[in-house]
Structure formats: C-alpha cells, structure tokens
C-alpha cells in the first residue's frame, strides 16, 4: 500500500531553480551547491536510502533534490526537469516503505497554492562525504 508523506522543507538558500533546460547557465545557488560538494569522495549510487524522521528532502533545482545526513550529502539528480520543483516549493515525496527510493515520485507545492506540480520520478542516490 502506498502513502503519500508531505516533506515539508523549503527549498533553504540552496533552492536554486532553473527554469528552462539544463542549457542554461548555473544560477547562483547551483553553484554554491556545486562548491559545497567539491572536494567530497561520492560513493556508489544506491537505489534507497532510509527516511530519516529530523532530515527533510531540499530542491536545488529543478533535477536536483538533497538529504543532508550528517557528515553524508546525498543527491538525487532527476532524468529530466520536474516544473513543479522550485524554491520556496513545498516537496512532497510518494513513499513506498521506510527509505526514498528509485521511481518514488516527487511534487513541489508553490506557496499559496493548492495544485501541486506534476509528479516526477527519483533516480539513484549518490552519497558525498569528506574522507577522514
């Protein structure tokens, strides 16, 4: 049976969005994003990782979606641009079970609406975690 769980998490400083397709030059919160995880060893994708109550889903942009875990930044990165996720969007994810996984589908929620966007599906996680 499945669920729909609301992760509520605006989309922080890092909610860059870019609104057309991955042509376009990186925003500025792209890049800040892109300077936080430099330097960083990433890990073999995985299919899932564990819902953690404290840990809230943020958008980066459009085919970018973040779960800081402690030391670990695991990231997300859509197939294809989901319209609806942008910053300040509230993020719904679709869950099946305990952990976000592969093909789980997620929406953002504009503030002040009442539709959210479409539902676009999740890819493999990669972890990215400073050695030492």
Known sequence: MKSLL???GTALAL???????SDTAPT???EA???????????EPQ????VEQNEALTIVDTRTVV???GR??????????CPGLRPLATLIV???GGQYCRGDRVRGLDPGSTIPGPQCPLGDWTGYRREG
């Open 6 to 8: 609301p992760i509520i």
């Open 15 to 21: 909610g860059g969005c870019a609104a057309g397709s």
């Open 28 to 30: 500025r919160d792209q």
């Open 33 to 43: 994003f892109s300077r936080e995880i430099a330097g960083l060893t990433a890990s």
């Open 47 to 50: 299919s899932c990782i564990p």
């Open 67 to 69: 779960r800081r875990s």
């Open 72 to 81: 670990t930044i695991w990231v997300n990165r859509l197939k294809a641009d």
């Open 94 to 96: 679709e869950v099946h």
